[in-house]
């Protein structure tokens, strides 16, 4: 069997792209990557000790070197950070190779989310109104993926196996 497009996930911080791109990995057997757990194990930091010690900056050009590589592999599902698709060289790597997918949720529901760990490095030091204006505009970035996952009302396996069934029929 020929080898198919990567599948990409993309979103928002905790909107579920790890958890969820891990669960499709298993059922299409596929290799999965997140990309932040890459970058953690690679510099021996959380992402949030990269913010701190060694920079943005830093966090986005490694973010940028590793996405690149894995989006030229085969067979894999690709969970990026909140941040990835922001890039405009990931976003449009992403765009052309692969198959992208962005899980959408109620601004609300993110904001709760991210408000609620103590891992999200860019959220930490954003009040509620300036977290809103974040994922509003990285929202209009995101609408670039191919398809537009709306997560309200839906678990963990019903996103799956709603963007399984898309990316098998494509």
């Not at 958890?19 to 299409?28: N, Q, R, V, W």
């Not at 990026?80 to 949720?105: A, M, P, Q, V, Y």
């Not at 300036?130 to 670039?144: A, M, P, Q, T």
């Amino acid at each position: 069997m020929k080898s198919k497009k990567n599948l990409v996930l993309i979103g928002m911080m905790a909107s579920g792209k790890s958890t969820i791109g891990a669960y499709i990995s298993k059922i299409i057997k596929f290799n999965f990557f997140d990309i932040d757990k890459i970058i953690e194990k690679k510099v021996n930091m959380t992402v949030g000790e990269i913010f701190k010690i060694k920079g943005e900056i830093f966090f986005r050009k490694l973010e940028e070197k590793i996405t690149i590589k894995l989006l030229n592999t085969t067979d894999s599902v690709i969970s990026l950070g909140g941040g990835g698709f922001i890039n405009n060289t990931i976003r449009k790597e992403s765009i052309e190779k692969c198959e992208t997918f962005w899980l959408d949720w109620d601004i609300n529901i993110l904001t709760n989310r991210i408000k609620k760990s103590k891992k999200r490095p860019i959220a930490e030091a954003l009040n509620k109104i300036e977290l809103k204006k974040l994922i509003i505009k990285r929202s209009k970035i995101y609408s670039n993926a191919k398809y537009r996952i709306n997560c309200q009302h839906l678990n963990k396996f019903e996103i799956a196996n709603k963007i399984i069934n898309l990316y098998e029929n494509n």
